[in-house]
């Protein structure tokens, strides 16, 4: 129950600062701008409380999925790379769009990608946990359809790119990982 009490808490945290970074002057489009931009703005702070407000999330993630019955270490291991690459993420700001790519920019594209990845991975895997578990049919269908779901996400994020319109494939991909989370969140507080 404390790892469902930690991934609410984070997404409340977290979700709360996305929506304050976008109702507030940044002069950012949510259509084409990425969600790391607030992180080079001088609004970085909202971006870094959002960042480690999902890292908590992750790590509630990785220490409740930790406690379910068959081999969950796949899922725990992901859930934990996510939380990792949350945490430190705001301390590598993106690049300014434009402008010479850096190492500190490469750092934050690495982990970004690498967040994204170990979301959707988690949710695939946490599907078939619990669909070889057979004790939470429904989670494990929401679970597989969210992974499918964050796919189509990361793929819409790479075509996007040539229309302009990454801001808006990211936060959707935003949307299916804020419900994985609080389906895990739901799943820890199920009995057996």
Known sequence: MASAVLIGAGLVVG???????HLL???LSPLRNAVSQYGISRYRAGY?????AYAVAGAGAAIGVATLPGPAWPVVALCATFAVTRAVISWFPMDVPGTTRTRTGGR??????????AAGLASREMANLLDKDGAHPGIAATS?????????SLIGMVVSRRVDLFGAAERVFYVFMTGWL???????????
């Open 182 to 192: 609080a389906t895990v969140a739901v799943l820890v507080c199920l009995p057996g």
């Open 25 to 27: 002057p940044t002069g």
């Open 144 to 152: 597989s359809a969210l992974a499918v779901l964050m796919a189509l």
């Open 48 to 52: 870094r409380v959002q960042t480690l």
């Open 108 to 117: 934050h594209g690495a982990l970004a990608v690498a967040a994204f990845l």
């Open 15 to 21: 979700v709360t600062a996305l929506v304050l970074l």
